[in-house]
Protein backbone atom coordinates (compact mmCIF):
# COMPACT_ATOMS: atom_id res chain seq x y z
CA UNK A 1 0.00 0.00 0.00
CA UNK A 2 1.28 3.61 -0.60
CA UNK A 3 1.34 6.20 1.80
CA UNK A 4 0.43 9.13 -0.59
CA UNK A 5 -2.77 11.01 0.69
CA UNK A 6 -5.26 10.87 -1.64
CA UNK A 7 -3.52 7.64 -2.83
CA UNK A 8 -6.45 5.02 -1.80
CA UNK A 9 -8.61 2.22 -2.85
CA UNK A 10 -11.78 3.91 -4.82
CA UNK A 11 -13.90 1.01 -3.28
CA UNK A 12 -13.13 2.36 0.38
CA UNK A 13 -15.12 5.76 -0.79
CA UNK A 14 -17.94 4.00 -2.51
CA UNK A 15 -19.23 3.18 0.89
CA UNK A 16 -19.31 6.96 2.33
CA UNK A 17 -20.94 7.96 -0.71
CA UNK A 18 -24.01 6.01 -0.32
CA UNK A 19 -24.33 6.72 3.68
CA UNK A 20 -24.08 10.45 2.47
CA UNK A 21 -27.30 10.52 0.13
CA UNK A 22 -30.32 10.98 1.12
CA UNK A 23 -33.10 8.84 -0.21
CA UNK A 24 -36.08 10.56 -1.33
CA UNK A 25 -39.87 10.30 -0.08
CA UNK A 26 -42.11 8.21 -2.98
CA UNK A 27 -45.55 7.39 -3.56
CA UNK A 28 -46.19 3.88 -2.65
CA UNK A 29 -48.44 1.20 -5.74
CA UNK A 30 -51.25 1.65 -3.77
CA UNK A 31 -51.32 5.77 -3.17
CA UNK A 32 -49.79 5.80 -7.53
CA UNK A 33 -52.92 3.31 -8.59
CA UNK A 34 -55.25 5.50 -6.84
CA UNK A 35 -54.14 9.16 -7.73
CA UNK A 36 -53.63 7.49 -11.67
CA UNK A 37 -57.28 6.30 -11.47
CA UNK A 38 -58.55 9.57 -10.45
CA UNK A 39 -56.37 11.22 -13.14
CA UNK A 40 -57.67 8.60 -16.04
CA UNK A 41 -61.25 9.72 -14.99
CA UNK A 42 -60.16 13.51 -15.49
CA UNK A 43 -58.91 13.08 -19.00
CA UNK A 44 -61.63 10.75 -19.91
CA UNK A 45 -63.59 13.86 -19.24
CA UNK A 46 -61.09 16.19 -20.91
CA UNK A 47 -60.39 18.53 -17.61
CA UNK A 48 -56.57 17.36 -17.19
CA UNK A 49 -54.36 17.37 -19.49
CA UNK A 50 -50.34 16.12 -18.36
CA UNK A 51 -49.23 15.66 -15.06
CA UNK A 52 -45.45 15.56 -12.97
CA UNK A 53 -43.94 13.54 -10.44
CA UNK A 54 -41.31 14.95 -8.08
CA UNK A 55 -39.88 12.57 -5.29
CA UNK A 56 -37.97 15.26 -3.13
CA UNK A 57 -35.71 14.62 0.04
CA UNK A 58 -38.95 15.85 2.25
CA UNK A 59 -41.74 15.12 0.06
CA UNK A 60 -43.73 13.64 -3.16
CA UNK A 61 -45.41 15.59 -5.47
CA UNK A 62 -48.25 14.88 -8.04
CA UNK A 63 -48.87 17.66 -10.11
CA UNK A 64 -51.94 18.15 -12.47
CA UNK A 65 -51.78 20.61 -15.47
CA UNK A 66 -54.77 21.82 -17.36
CA UNK A 67 -52.05 22.19 -20.37
CA UNK A 68 -48.45 21.31 -20.33
CA UNK A 69 -47.66 25.18 -20.14
CA UNK A 70 -48.95 26.11 -17.49
CA UNK A 71 -48.62 26.16 -14.04
CA UNK A 72 -50.17 22.86 -11.90
CA UNK A 73 -54.33 23.51 -11.05
CA UNK A 74 -53.66 21.07 -8.46
CA UNK A 75 -51.12 19.19 -6.19
CA UNK A 76 -51.42 16.58 -4.34
CA UNK A 77 -48.60 16.32 -1.47
CA UNK A 78 -47.24 13.65 0.87
CA UNK A 79 -45.37 15.01 3.43
CA UNK A 80 -44.16 12.44 6.11
CA UNK A 81 -42.90 15.03 8.44
CA UNK A 82 -46.75 15.77 8.96
CA UNK A 83 -47.67 12.52 9.89
CA UNK A 84 -48.45 13.02 13.28
CA UNK A 85 -49.83 16.34 12.68
CA UNK A 86 -52.62 17.44 10.04
CA UNK A 87 -51.64 14.38 7.86
CA UNK A 88 -49.22 13.06 5.39
CA UNK A 89 -51.57 14.00 2.07
CA UNK A 90 -52.57 17.07 1.27
CA UNK A 91 -54.03 18.72 -2.24
CA UNK A 92 -53.09 22.42 -3.15
CA UNK A 93 -54.67 24.29 -5.83
CA UNK A 94 -52.96 27.08 -8.41
CA UNK A 95 -53.07 29.58 -6.12
CA UNK A 96 -51.31 27.57 -2.91
CA UNK A 97 -54.46 27.69 -0.72
CA UNK A 98 -54.14 24.17 0.94
CA UNK A 99 -58.30 22.66 -0.18
CA UNK A 100 -58.14 19.56 2.48
CA UNK A 101 -55.34 17.88 4.72
CA UNK A 102 -55.39 14.21 6.04
CA UNK A 103 -54.55 11.15 6.81
CA UNK A 104 -56.07 8.93 4.39
CA UNK A 105 -55.60 9.68 0.48
CA UNK A 106 -58.84 8.25 -0.18
CA UNK A 107 -60.48 10.86 1.52
CA UNK A 108 -58.45 14.04 0.48
CA UNK A 109 -58.77 13.37 -3.19
CA UNK A 110 -62.46 13.60 -2.49
CA UNK A 111 -61.74 17.34 -2.87
CA UNK A 112 -61.18 16.81 -6.26
CA UNK A 113 -62.80 13.84 -7.58
CA UNK A 114 -66.06 14.59 -9.29
CA UNK A 115 -68.04 11.65 -9.35
CA UNK A 116 -71.61 12.04 -10.75
CA UNK A 117 -74.08 12.13 -8.18
CA UNK A 118 -77.88 10.71 -8.76
CA UNK A 119 -80.07 13.41 -8.21
Request: aromatic share 8%; proline share 3%.
Amino acid sequence: MSSIPGDSDPGENRGAERSATVSAVTFNRIELNRILNLYGRMVANGEWRDYAIDFLKDRAVFSVFRRASEVPIYRIEKDPRLARKQGIYSVISASGQILRRGHELERVLLVIDRKLAVV
